[in-house]
């Protein structure tokens, strides 16, 4: 690995993006002013240029990356048998459960602030590495193998990526291979030998560079997101959502499993535990990775807010009770600035942070949710036409949004 930047890892995700033979979803790569700065070279190797992530492309999403072979020795079995080259500058353990693997760097303690990865997540462990909990777990078997990414990785937008980051894709390095119980995909973890620059490199159908470096970036907190429920005719539902952060509060309470409810095509709801009627299930949480790209966003007025938001209703579909919610909940914080850098997160990148599952299955679900931050003057911006969303059958909608200048309390 290059010694340009060693803070990396690689991870092939276990999420069904990395299984399916249709295409995975296209990835969300870093904003314009977030530098990647590339690993460092084989010997001889010339370091290559810092390299700033593009906005998100608008082609289409890239094929699946060829899978790794799955492995098939206990993780457990894999993690008593680290290479030597890892062992020096890392330490790796698992959790009883087997939900979480700790990577932590060797020996130098450091604290930062967890990270929105698609599909997997990490946070903080108390010496300065990550606790990566898997999507397809909880971790399965593991083994540990000498391959280089052209190796295990297929040709496509993926090397390209690696390769415009400056990696060396027939350098050999040491890769855990792991697999999870949920989901038979397999993640692929690769290390840096820099211990001063410690870090991961996650892929699958993206690539994602997460390092280990000590900073201050706090949570933002993720508002208000309420999920309606309109079945053809009333129906038990169950809901349940999970998220790439910590989760605030919820109302009404959900079950181990989320939420279980009675819910009328009116969109009224009977919470069978308490036997209260509601509107809307509502949940708040907390991600450390929203950022806007300026490519996607809008720059509003503060005094034009209102009627902005009325027009991105209309193309979300949301009925005027909807609309009214969700006007009323976020016009005080954006007609306080003098203008407004507002984008609507397109739904695979939010799906990715905040996982909603519902059965029965329905026919239409509509995700709205904005972020916005404030901005002094008019900015240049790329000002996207929304797509127009349409209602049908059993409908789900849900609204919420981040205002980027705010930080959450944290949960207790």
């Not at 290559?48 to 020795?73: H, K, S, W, Y």
Request: charged share 20%; proline share 14%; net charge negative.
């Amino acid at each position: 690995m290059n010694t340009h930047n060693p803070t990396t890892l690689l991870l092939l995700l276990a999420v069904p993006a990395c299984m399916s033979s249709a295409p995975a979803p296209a990835a969300s790569p870093p904003p314009p002013e977030y530098v990647v700065t590339p690993p460092g070279p084989v010997a001889n190797d010339p370091p290559p240029p810092p390299v700033v992530a593009p906005p998100q492309p608008t082609d289409p999403p890239p094929a699946p990356m060829t899978p790794a072979t799955p492995p098939t020795a206990p993780i457990a079995d894999a993690l008593t048998q680290v290479p030597s080259a890892v062992a020096a500058n890392y330490v790796l353990s698992i959790s009883p459960d087997r939900n979480e693997l700790t990577i932590d760097p060797r020996p130098r303690p450091a604290r930062r602030a967890a990270r929105d990865i698609s599909g997997f997540s990490a946070r903080d462990s108390e010496n300065g590495g990550k606790i990566i909990t898997l999507a397809g777990g909880p971790f399965r078997n593991a083994r540990w193998v000498q391959a280089s990414f052209s190796e295990q990785v297929g040709p496509g937008p993926q090397q390209d990526e690696l390769r415009r980051a400056g990696y060396n894709l027939e350098q050999r390095r040491d890769l855990l291979v792991v697999d999870g119980e949920r989901e038979p995909g397999v993640t692929v973890f690769a290390f840096s030998a820099d211990a001063n620059k410690p870090g991961i490199v996650g892929i699958c159908s993206q690539v994602t560079i997460v390092d280990f470096v000590p900073g201050n970036t706090r949570p933002i907190a993720v508002r208000k997101p309420v999920i309606y429920l309109y079945p053809r005719t009333r129906s038990e539902v169950k809901v349940q959502v999970e998220i790439a952060g910590d989760l605030i509060a919820t109302y009404p309470k959900p079950g181990p499993d989320g939420w279980s409810v009675t819910a009328d095509p009116d969109g009224s709801l009977l919470d069978p535990a308490t036997g209260r009627h509601h509107r809307y299930l509502f949940w708040e949480g907390t991600s450390a990775q929203w950022t806007i790209d300026p490519a996607r966003a809008h720059s509003v007025p503060g005094e034009d807010a209102a009627g902005f938001l009325e027009r991105a209703c209309g193309r979300f579909a949301l009925s005027d009770g909807e609309c009214g919610d969700f006007i009323t909940y976020w016009l005080p914080a954006l007609e306080q600035n003098p203008h407004n850098l507002i984008e609507f997160v397109d739904p695979e990148r939010y799906g990715r942070y905040a996982r909603m599952q519902i059965e029965p299955r329905p026919d239409a679900v509509i995700r709205l949710f904005m972020i916005f931050q404030r901005s002094d003057a008019p900015v240049s911006v790329g000002a996207p036409e929304l797509p127009q969303q349409r209602r049908q059958g059993f409908t789900v909608v849900e609204w919420g949004g981040a205002d980027l200048d705010e930080r959450p309390t944290p949960a207790r």
